[in-house]
Protein backbone atom coordinates (compact mmCIF):
# COMPACT_ATOMS: atom_id res chain seq x y z
CA UNK A 1 0.00 0.00 0.00
CA UNK A 2 1.33 3.24 -0.70
CA UNK A 3 1.84 6.11 1.53
CA UNK A 4 -1.48 7.98 2.26
CA UNK A 5 -0.96 11.54 1.21
CA UNK A 6 -0.51 13.50 4.54
CA UNK A 7 -2.89 15.95 5.94
CA UNK A 8 -2.63 19.56 8.12
CA UNK A 9 -4.75 20.78 10.58
CA UNK A 10 -4.71 23.85 13.07
CA UNK A 11 -6.67 24.48 16.19
CA UNK A 12 -6.49 27.30 18.88
CA UNK A 13 -5.95 27.03 22.24
CA UNK A 14 -8.40 27.85 24.35
CA UNK A 15 -8.67 29.28 28.68
CA UNK A 16 -11.48 28.11 30.04
CA UNK A 17 -14.03 31.04 32.06
CA UNK A 18 -15.85 27.93 33.54
CA UNK A 19 -13.47 25.32 34.60
CA UNK A 20 -13.29 21.40 34.04
CA UNK A 21 -11.50 20.18 37.25
CA UNK A 22 -12.23 16.84 37.43
CA UNK A 23 -13.45 13.50 35.98
CA UNK A 24 -16.43 11.21 35.89
CA UNK A 25 -14.64 8.58 34.54
CA UNK A 26 -10.94 8.99 33.43
CA UNK A 27 -10.97 5.62 31.29
CA UNK A 28 -12.70 7.63 28.70
CA UNK A 29 -11.78 11.13 30.15
CA UNK A 30 -15.40 11.91 30.49
CA UNK A 31 -15.87 15.75 32.90
CA UNK A 32 -17.52 15.62 36.11
CA UNK A 33 -19.17 18.72 35.09
CA UNK A 34 -19.69 20.66 31.88
CA UNK A 35 -17.40 23.79 31.20
CA UNK A 36 -17.18 27.18 29.06
CA UNK A 37 -13.98 28.46 27.19
CA UNK A 38 -12.98 31.51 24.67
CA UNK A 39 -10.62 30.47 21.77
CA UNK A 40 -7.33 32.11 21.54
CA UNK A 41 -6.44 33.14 18.26
CA UNK A 42 -3.09 34.14 19.04
CA UNK A 43 -2.06 30.39 20.10
CA UNK A 44 -2.17 28.03 17.40
CA UNK A 45 -1.01 24.35 16.91
CA UNK A 46 -0.53 23.12 13.29
CA UNK A 47 -0.11 19.09 13.11
CA UNK A 48 0.50 17.40 9.68
CA UNK A 49 0.11 13.33 10.32
CA UNK A 50 1.16 10.88 7.75
CA UNK A 51 -0.42 7.20 7.47
CA UNK A 52 3.44 4.96 6.37
CA UNK A 53 3.13 1.78 5.93
CA UNK A 54 6.78 1.38 5.94
CA UNK A 55 6.71 2.34 9.56
CA UNK A 56 7.30 0.07 12.10
CA UNK A 57 6.04 2.48 15.17
CA UNK A 58 4.74 6.28 15.13
CA UNK A 59 7.26 8.72 14.76
CA UNK A 60 6.43 11.98 16.72
CA UNK A 61 7.91 15.11 16.22
CA UNK A 62 6.60 17.90 18.61
CA UNK A 63 8.27 21.37 18.38
CA UNK A 64 10.85 20.39 16.48
CA UNK A 65 12.62 17.52 18.59
CA UNK A 66 11.10 13.84 18.86
CA UNK A 67 8.34 13.44 22.10
CA UNK A 68 9.58 12.31 25.11
CA UNK A 69 8.44 9.26 25.93
CA UNK A 70 5.76 10.22 28.37
CA UNK A 71 3.68 12.59 25.23
CA UNK A 72 4.53 10.09 22.59
CA UNK A 73 2.59 7.57 24.28
CA UNK A 74 -0.17 9.44 24.96
CA UNK A 75 -0.25 10.42 21.27
CA UNK A 76 -0.25 6.64 20.26
CA UNK A 77 -2.73 5.79 22.00
CA UNK A 78 -4.69 8.61 20.57
CA UNK A 79 -3.79 7.35 17.26
CA UNK A 80 -5.08 3.96 18.19
CA UNK A 81 -8.52 4.81 19.25
CA UNK A 82 -8.48 6.72 15.17
CA UNK A 83 -6.56 3.66 13.90
CA UNK A 84 -10.16 1.72 15.53
CA UNK A 85 -12.20 4.20 14.25
CA UNK A 86 -10.83 4.58 10.75
CA UNK A 87 -9.81 0.87 10.13
CA UNK A 88 -6.31 2.17 9.04
CA UNK A 89 -3.56 -0.33 10.82
CA UNK A 90 -0.61 1.62 9.85
CA UNK A 91 1.73 3.23 12.07
CA UNK A 92 1.87 7.62 11.51
CA UNK A 93 4.43 10.08 11.30
CA UNK A 94 3.40 12.94 13.17
CA UNK A 95 4.72 16.62 12.80
CA UNK A 96 3.10 19.32 15.40
CA UNK A 97 4.30 22.61 16.34
CA UNK A 98 3.20 25.37 18.52
CA UNK A 99 2.61 28.95 17.05
CA UNK A 100 2.71 30.35 20.57
CA UNK A 101 4.53 33.64 22.21
CA UNK A 102 8.18 33.05 21.85
CA UNK A 103 9.41 31.37 24.91
CA UNK A 104 5.96 31.20 26.71
CA UNK A 105 5.96 28.36 28.95
CA UNK A 106 2.10 28.07 27.60
CA UNK A 107 1.16 23.95 26.35
CA UNK A 108 -1.48 23.38 25.01
CA UNK A 109 -3.15 20.19 25.27
CA UNK A 110 -6.40 21.32 23.86
CA UNK A 111 -5.09 23.16 20.72
CA UNK A 112 -2.42 19.19 20.19
CA UNK A 113 -4.94 16.97 20.67
CA UNK A 114 -7.52 18.82 18.66
CA UNK A 115 -5.35 19.14 15.47
CA UNK A 116 -4.41 15.62 16.01
CA UNK A 117 -7.66 14.55 15.45
CA UNK A 118 -8.63 16.47 12.60
CA UNK A 119 -5.66 15.69 11.22
CA UNK A 120 -5.36 11.46 11.94
CA UNK A 121 -8.55 10.97 10.96
CA UNK A 122 -8.78 13.14 7.95
CA UNK A 123 -5.48 11.07 6.86
CA UNK A 124 -7.47 7.86 7.61
CA UNK A 125 -9.99 8.85 5.08
CA UNK A 126 -12.51 9.42 7.47
CA UNK A 127 -14.72 12.66 8.08
CA UNK A 128 -16.22 12.82 11.34
CA UNK A 129 -18.97 16.03 11.93
CA UNK A 130 -17.54 18.56 14.39
CA UNK A 131 -19.61 17.00 17.56
CA UNK A 132 -17.56 13.53 16.60
CA UNK A 133 -14.96 15.30 16.41
CA UNK A 134 -15.29 16.45 19.63
CA UNK A 135 -15.91 13.65 21.31
CA UNK A 136 -12.98 11.89 19.81
CA UNK A 137 -10.71 14.94 20.91
CA UNK A 138 -12.07 14.83 24.85
CA UNK A 139 -10.40 11.27 24.27
CA UNK A 140 -6.49 12.92 24.39
CA UNK A 141 -7.76 15.71 26.54
CA UNK A 142 -10.63 17.20 28.27
CA UNK A 143 -9.94 20.62 26.79
CA UNK A 144 -9.22 19.70 23.36
CA UNK A 145 -12.78 18.38 22.76
CA UNK A 146 -13.39 22.25 23.07
CA UNK A 147 -10.80 23.27 20.77
CA UNK A 148 -12.72 21.77 18.01
CA UNK A 149 -14.84 24.79 17.70
CA UNK A 150 -14.06 28.49 17.46
CA UNK A 151 -15.06 31.84 20.00
CA UNK A 152 -17.06 30.99 22.99
CA UNK A 153 -17.51 27.39 23.59
CA UNK A 154 -20.12 25.27 26.01
CA UNK A 155 -18.79 21.34 26.91
CA UNK A 156 -21.59 19.37 27.90
CA UNK A 157 -20.71 16.75 30.60
CA UNK A 158 -23.27 13.95 29.52
CA UNK A 159 -24.57 11.62 31.59
CA UNK A 160 -24.25 8.23 29.59
CA UNK A 161 -20.32 6.83 28.12
CA UNK A 162 -19.80 8.72 25.00
CA UNK A 163 -22.05 12.02 25.07
CA UNK A 164 -19.45 14.57 26.71
CA UNK A 165 -19.22 17.19 23.63
CA UNK A 166 -18.36 20.53 23.22
CA UNK A 167 -20.04 22.83 20.91
CA UNK A 168 -20.09 26.81 20.09
CA UNK A 169 -22.31 29.80 21.86
CA UNK A 170 -23.71 32.62 19.88
CA UNK A 171 -23.37 36.03 21.82
CA UNK A 172 -22.75 39.26 20.90
CA UNK A 173 -19.56 39.25 22.97
CA UNK A 174 -17.58 37.27 20.38
CA UNK A 175 -16.05 40.09 18.42
CA UNK A 176 -15.68 42.66 21.23
CA UNK A 177 -13.42 40.85 23.96
CA UNK A 178 -10.01 39.97 24.00
CA UNK A 179 -7.73 37.79 26.08
CA UNK A 180 -4.33 39.59 27.88
CA UNK A 181 -2.00 36.62 28.70
CA UNK A 182 0.68 37.36 31.48
CA UNK A 183 3.27 34.59 30.92
CA UNK A 184 4.93 34.03 34.82
CA UNK A 185 8.63 32.70 35.20
CA UNK A 186 9.00 31.90 31.08
CA UNK A 187 9.36 28.25 30.19
CA UNK A 188 9.56 26.51 33.30
CA UNK A 189 7.55 23.69 32.61
CA UNK A 190 4.77 22.08 34.45
CA UNK A 191 4.50 21.11 38.28
CA UNK A 192 2.22 18.58 38.37
CA UNK A 193 0.23 16.78 35.13
CA UNK A 194 -3.30 18.40 35.58
CA UNK A 195 -4.38 14.37 34.99
CA UNK A 196 -3.04 13.74 38.10
CA UNK A 197 -3.61 17.12 39.71
CA UNK A 198 -7.83 16.53 38.99
CA UNK A 199 -7.50 12.91 40.74
CA UNK A 200 -5.47 13.77 43.57
CA UNK A 201 -7.40 16.57 44.16
CA UNK A 202 -11.23 14.58 43.46
CA UNK A 203 -9.17 11.80 46.11
CA UNK A 204 -8.19 14.09 48.66
CA UNK A 205 -10.09 18.02 48.91
CA UNK A 206 -12.05 18.48 51.44
CA UNK A 207 -14.02 21.27 48.90
CA UNK A 208 -14.28 19.01 46.02
CA UNK A 209 -18.10 18.00 46.28
CA UNK A 210 -18.96 21.82 46.59
CA UNK A 211 -17.00 22.46 43.76
CA UNK A 212 -18.70 20.31 41.58
CA UNK A 213 -22.08 22.06 42.90
CA UNK A 214 -20.86 25.44 41.64
CA UNK A 215 -19.86 24.49 38.07
CA UNK A 216 -23.66 24.58 36.76
CA UNK A 217 -24.68 27.35 38.83
CA UNK A 218 -21.64 29.34 37.14
CA UNK A 219 -22.50 27.87 33.52
CA UNK A 220 -25.70 28.73 33.81
CA UNK A 221 -25.09 32.11 35.04
CA UNK A 222 -21.92 32.55 32.04
CA UNK A 223 -24.44 31.68 29.44
CA UNK A 224 -27.20 34.03 30.76
CA UNK A 225 -24.34 36.84 30.49
CA UNK A 226 -23.01 35.28 26.88
CA UNK A 227 -26.52 35.86 25.16
CA UNK A 228 -27.07 39.20 26.90
CA UNK A 229 -23.77 40.42 26.18
CA UNK A 230 -22.92 41.37 29.63
CA UNK A 231 -19.03 41.19 29.39
CA UNK A 232 -19.05 42.60 33.03
CA UNK A 233 -20.95 39.53 34.30
CA UNK A 234 -19.64 37.03 32.48
CA UNK A 235 -15.86 38.67 33.81
CA UNK A 236 -17.08 38.54 37.43
CA UNK A 237 -17.86 34.91 37.07
CA UNK A 238 -14.61 34.03 35.35
CA UNK A 239 -12.76 35.58 38.17
CA UNK A 240 -14.74 34.14 40.77
CA UNK A 241 -14.90 30.50 39.39
CA UNK A 242 -11.01 30.48 38.94
CA UNK A 243 -10.43 31.53 42.40
CA UNK A 244 -12.75 28.50 43.68
CA UNK A 245 -10.98 25.98 41.43
CA UNK A 246 -7.61 26.87 43.31
CA UNK A 247 -9.00 26.71 46.79
CA UNK A 248 -10.77 23.66 45.57
CA UNK A 249 -6.73 22.41 44.64
CA UNK A 250 -5.30 24.36 47.59
CA UNK A 251 -7.19 22.30 49.90
CA UNK A 252 -6.23 18.66 48.31
CA UNK A 253 -3.58 16.74 50.67
CA UNK A 254 -1.24 17.99 50.07
CA UNK A 255 -2.10 20.81 48.84
CA UNK A 256 -1.82 22.37 45.10
CA UNK A 257 0.14 25.45 44.89
CA UNK A 258 0.25 26.79 41.38
CA UNK A 259 0.60 30.55 42.27
CA UNK A 260 4.10 32.70 42.43
CA UNK A 261 4.28 36.11 44.07
CA UNK A 262 3.95 37.30 40.00
CA UNK A 263 0.22 35.86 39.74
CA UNK A 264 -0.69 37.68 42.92
CA UNK A 265 0.52 40.69 41.65
CA UNK A 266 -1.14 40.81 38.54
CA UNK A 267 -4.46 39.67 40.15
CA UNK A 268 -4.21 42.70 42.36
CA UNK A 269 -3.86 44.93 39.36
CA UNK A 270 -6.30 43.73 37.49
CA UNK A 271 -8.69 44.13 40.66
CA UNK A 272 -6.84 47.58 41.19
CA UNK A 273 -7.29 48.22 37.55
CA UNK A 274 -10.75 47.01 37.76
CA UNK A 275 -11.93 49.70 40.47
CA UNK A 276 -10.65 52.60 37.78
CA UNK A 277 -13.18 51.47 35.38
CA UNK A 278 -10.87 48.76 33.14
CA UNK A 279 -13.18 46.19 31.93
CA UNK A 280 -10.35 43.18 33.11
CA UNK A 281 -11.42 39.72 34.94
CA UNK A 282 -8.45 37.51 36.11
CA UNK A 283 -8.47 33.50 35.00
CA UNK A 284 -5.71 30.90 35.95
CA UNK A 285 -5.52 27.51 34.59
CA UNK A 286 -2.78 24.56 36.42
CA UNK A 287 -0.09 26.94 36.50
CA UNK A 288 1.20 30.43 37.23
CA UNK A 289 0.06 32.32 34.25
CA UNK A 290 -2.74 34.85 34.43
CA UNK A 291 -5.19 35.62 31.95
CA UNK A 292 -7.06 38.83 31.87
CA UNK A 293 -10.71 38.87 29.91
CA UNK A 294 -10.74 42.17 28.83
CA UNK A 295 -12.64 44.20 25.72
CA UNK A 296 -11.05 45.32 22.37
CA UNK A 297 -10.50 49.36 23.70
CA UNK A 298 -9.15 48.07 27.02
CA UNK A 299 -6.52 45.40 25.93
CA UNK A 300 -3.63 47.36 24.98
CA UNK A 301 -3.66 49.66 28.32
CA UNK A 302 -4.52 46.62 30.53
CA UNK A 303 -1.16 44.65 28.74
CA UNK A 304 1.44 47.75 29.14
CA UNK A 305 0.84 47.78 33.10
CA UNK A 306 0.68 44.00 33.26
CA UNK A 307 4.37 44.63 31.31
CA UNK A 308 5.75 46.01 34.28
CA UNK A 309 5.06 43.98 37.02
CA UNK A 310 8.17 41.94 38.31
CA UNK A 311 8.01 38.20 37.25
CA UNK A 312 6.01 38.72 33.97
CA UNK A 313 8.18 37.34 31.68
CA UNK A 314 5.96 37.98 28.55
CA UNK A 315 2.15 39.33 27.66
CA UNK A 316 0.70 38.76 24.50
CA UNK A 317 -2.79 40.07 23.75
CA UNK A 318 -5.21 37.45 21.68
CA UNK A 319 -8.46 37.96 19.39
CA UNK A 320 -10.96 34.92 19.60
CA UNK A 321 -9.66 32.36 17.53
CA UNK A 322 -11.99 30.32 15.48
CA UNK A 323 -12.34 26.42 14.68
CA UNK A 324 -10.00 23.69 14.09
CA UNK A 325 -9.73 23.06 10.23
CA UNK A 326 -7.40 21.61 7.29
CA UNK A 327 -4.96 23.43 5.90
CA UNK A 328 -5.39 23.27 2.00
CA UNK A 329 -2.24 22.40 0.15
C1 LIG B 1 -7.15 23.88 34.45
O1 LIG B 1 -7.87 19.16 29.48
O2 LIG B 1 -5.47 19.32 30.27
O3 LIG B 1 -6.96 24.00 32.08
O4 LIG B 1 -8.48 15.89 30.20
O5 LIG B 1 -6.69 15.28 31.82
O6 LIG B 1 -6.07 16.13 29.54
P1 LIG B 1 -7.07 16.17 30.66
O7 LIG B 1 -7.03 17.63 31.29
P2 LIG B 1 -6.89 19.04 30.58
O8 LIG B 1 -7.35 19.98 31.80
C2 LIG B 1 -7.55 21.33 31.69
C3 LIG B 1 -7.65 21.92 33.05
C4 LIG B 1 -7.72 23.42 33.11
C5 LIG B 1 -9.16 23.92 33.06
C6 LIG B 1 -9.85 23.90 31.71
O9 LIG B 1 -9.19 24.05 30.66
O10 LIG B 1 -11.09 23.77 31.72
Known amino acids: MAVAPAVTARACANIALVKYWGKRDASLNLPAAGSLSLALGALVTETTVAFDPELANDVIDLDGQPARADAAMRVTAFLDLVRAQTGVQIRARVTSKNEFPTASGLASSASGFAALALAATKAGGLDLAPRELSILARRGSGSAARSVFGGFVRMHAGVASEDAFA ?131 DAPTLAMQLRDIDGVTAVTISAPGGPAAVVET
Do not use: F
Open 167 to 297: EPVETPLAQRVRMVIAVIGGGVPKQYASRDAMEHTARTSPLYRAWLELVPRDLEAAEGALARGDLEQLGTIAEANALAMHATALAARPGLVYWRPATLAVIGQVRGLRECGVAAWATIDAGPHVKVLTSEE
